[in-house]
């Protein structure tokens, strides 16, 4: 009797198996039940955790290929990269990442400002994917590297996964953000700050302008983004469409190649500020107005300029940064007495109080200069405040478990420059790899990553990438 019941349910058990075949919404059940039956897994899936970090092999050859077609969409001559928001260069710079995702086998689609996302689906679909990704707009004059590693390189680790013949269990998705760089809206992050969920920037976009006058919205248009308003807060993300999300980017620092370190785990990202401020005096002929006499909105923005680097070193903490990066006068004359000034200054401290200090004892000082030399304060605005950003604890410790497999050394670091990461850890958690970079240079043609570094970088991305995916 108990044999022949012992053939019944395998029979039942063969059934339901056959059947999974042919209708594959009846799988998971399937397998469950004959998993319970038996004790043991019914299928045991080429689990992320079980790759071996000597398969992973990254195409340098082709991700270097890659780096330098990408950086002749320019606006400015090699070696110098300059690739504005929805300018010429910046469409076609788009296609070919839209391109490279295609040739990954990554399935491809684009939001209403041009955030473009590259998805693996993984076995799971349905459960909240695994993201990296970076930026591709560089300022004037700039170098080929930053942001690109964390786009080009990103590509490369999907590819370097399939190669080891990988079924994630969770998807894994590449993500090119919309103007990382504040170049041409004075809007950084533009793309990250939106999908993470900013009505603020929803609400600005729709009436910023350009130096040239034209809106945002005329400049998507052009670049082929049919945006309308209302669409703005569309794109925002839920806090469950991603589990995790990690950026590879170069540190932009020298503390990595001065260590001889290959790898920076980054464990927070400062707290980043930005204020304008504008002064107005009374002008003059250079000449015929005697000195006790002016009121020079120029000697007011650089004796403002002074105050900034005095308050950030007079903070405490070597974490604490102030940065006057534009000073324009009017009329701009040699002969001419300023008679307004316009400034814009960056501060930033991985502690937020402290940074805030700074931001209203730059205030205080704006305001005593401007009694003091008899001009009006015309404008101090205060363009953002956000908040640090702290490194999700689970990626830590997968990113050191990486390092670890590939037996590379690694510095656990803050990031003083802010990045995409900063945006995304509102609404994931959120990590980042830094590569070192020729003498911590960026932001000017120089800025280089040697292909040893980009390798271990896009190693290390790949089987983090690979561990989160299978949790």
């Given at each position: 009797?108990?044999?022949?019941?012992?053939?019944?349910?395998?029979?039942?058990?063969?059934?339901?198996?056959?059947?999974?075949?042919?209708?594959?919404?009846?799988?998971?059940?399937?397998?469950?039940?004959?998993?319970?039956f038996s004790g043991y897994p019914a299928h045991t899936p080429h689990s992320c955790l079980s790759i071996s970090p000597s398969s992973l092999s990254v195409d340098i050859q082709g991700?270097?290929?890659?780096?330098?077609?990408?950086?002749?969409?320019?606006?400015?001559?090699?070696?110098?990269?300059?690739?504005?928001?929805?300018?010429?260069?910046?469409?076609?710079?788009?296609?070919?990442?839209?391109?490279?995702?295609?040739?990954?086998?990554?399935?491809?689609?684009?939001?209403?400002?041009?955030?473009?996302?590259?998805?693996?689906?993984?076995?799971?679909?349905?459960?909240?994917?695994?993201?990296?990704?970076?930026?591709?707009d560089a300022i004037p004059y700039s170098g080929k590297y930053d942001g690109i590693i964390g786009v080009?390189?990103?590509?490369?680790?999907?590819?370097?996964?399939?190669?080891?013949?990988?079924?994630?269990?969770?998807?894994?998705?590449?993500?090119?953000?919309?103007?990382?760089?504040?170049?041409?809206?004075?809007?950084?992050?533009?793309?990250?700050?939106?999908?993470?969920?900013?009505?603020?920037?929803?609400?600005?976009?729709?009436?910023?302008?350009?130096?040239?006058?034209?809106?945002?919205?005329?400049?998507?248009?052009?670049?082929?983004?049919?945006?309308?308003?209302?669409?703005?807060?569309?794109?925002?993300?839920?806090?469950?469409?991603?589990?995790?999300?990690?950026?590879?980017?170069?540190?932009?620092?020298?503390?990595?190649?001065?260590?001889?370190?290959?790898?920076?785990?980054?464990?927070?990202?400062?707290?980043?500020?930005?204020?304008?401020?504008?002064?107005?005096?009374?002008?003059?002929?250079?000449?015929?107005?005697?000195?006790?006499?002016?009121?020079?909105?120029?000697?007011?923005?650089?004796?403002?300029?002074?105050?900034?680097?005095?308050?950030?070193?007079?903070?405490?903490?070597?974490?604490?940064?102030?940065?006057?990066?534009?000073?324009?006068?009017?009329?701009?004359?040699?002969?001419?007495?300023?008679?307004?000034?316009?400034?814009?200054?960056?501060?930033?401290?991985?502690?937020?109080?402290?940074?805030?200090?700074?931001?209203?004892?730059?205030?205080?000082?704006?305001?005593?200069?401007?009694?003091?030399?008899?001009?009006?304060?015309?404008?101090?605005?205060?363009?953002?405040?956000?908040?640090?950003?702290?490194?999700?604890?689970?990626?830590?410790?997968?990113?050191?478990?990486?390092?670890?497999?590939?037996?590379?050394?690694?510095?656990?670091?803050?990031?003083?420059?802010?990045?995409?990461?900063?945006?995304?850890?509102?609404?994931?958690?959120?990590?980042?790899?830094?590569?070192?970079?020729?003498?911590?240079?960026?932001?000017?043609?120089?800025?280089?990553?040697?292909?040893?570094?980009?390798?271990?970088?896009?190693?290390?991305?790949?089987?983090?990438?690979?561990?989160?995916?299978?949790?």
């Amino acid at each position: 009797m108990d044999a022949k019941l012992s053939q019944v349910f395998v029979l039942l058990l063969s059934a339901l198996f056959i059947a999974s075949l042919s209708d594959t919404s009846h799988d998971e059940q399937a397998r469950k039940t004959m998993e319970d039956f038996s004790g043991y897994p019914a299928h045991t899936p080429h689990s992320c955790l079980s790759i071996s970090p000597s398969s992973l092999s990254v195409d340098i050859q082709g991700l270097q290929r890659q780096i330098e077609e990408l950086s002749s969409f320019s606006d400015s001559p090699a070696p110098t990269v300059t690739r504005i928001l929805y300018s010429e260069k910046d469409v076609l710079a788009r296609r070919y990442i839209k391109s490279l995702m295609a040739q990954a086998g990554l399935s491809v689609r684009e939001d209403s400002i041009g955030n473009i996302f590259g998805r693996w689906i993984g076995t799971e679909a349905a459960l909240p994917a695994v993201a990296t990704g970076s930026h591709i707009d560089a300022i004037p004059y700039s170098g080929k590297y930053d942001g690109i590693i964390g786009v080009l390189g990103a590509i490369e680790a999907i590819n370097v996964l399939k190669r080891t013949d990988l079924q994630p269990k969770r998807s894994l998705e590449v993500i090119m953000f919309t103007s990382e760089e504040p170049t041409r809206f004075g809007i950084s992050c533009l793309g990250s700050r939106l999908l993470a969920g900013s009505q603020e920037l929803a609400h600005a976009l729709k009436q910023v302008v350009d130096g040239q006058n034209i809106t945002f919205l005329e400049a998507a248009q052009f670049a082929g983004y049919a945006i309308h308003q209302e669409d703005l807060t569309s794109i925002f993300l839920r806090k469950d469409d991603y589990f995790s999300f990690v950026e590879l980017h170069i540190e932009q620092g020298p503390i990595l190649e001065n260590e001889g370190i290959p790898i920076g785990i980054v464990t927070a990202i400062a707290a980043p500020a930005s204020i304008t401020v504008d002064f107005e005096g009374n002008g003059g002929h250079a000449g015929a107005v005697l000195m006790p006499s002016r009121n020079d909105a120029g000697l007011a923005a650089a004796e403002l300029a002074l105050a900034v680097e005095k308050h950030a070193m007079d903070s405490g903490s070597l974490d604490t940064v102030g940065t006057v990066g534009v000073l324009e006068l009017h009329p701009g004359a040699i002969n001419s007495i300023p008679s307004k000034a316009h400034i814009e200054i960056d501060t930033r401290d991985i502690d937020e109080e402290r940074r805030n200090i700074v931001v209203n004892e730059i205030h205080q000082s704006a305001i005593r200069i401007a009694e003091k030399r008899g001009v009006k304060l015309s404008k101090f605005k205060i363009v953002n405040q956000d908040p640090p950003a702290l490194s999700s604890n689970q990626i830590i410790s997968t990113m050191e478990d990486a390092a670890k497999q590939l037996n590379l050394s690694y510095n656990l670091m803050i990031s003083r420059a802010y990045h995409d990461s900063l945006f995304m850890a509102r609404i994931t958690p959120m990590g980042m790899i830094f590569i070192p970079c020729y003498k911590g240079y960026s932001h000017k043609p120089e800025e280089y990553a040697s292909p040893e570094n980009i390798v271990n970088g896009v190693k290390m991305l790949a089987l983090t990438m690979a561990n989160l995916s299978s949790e």
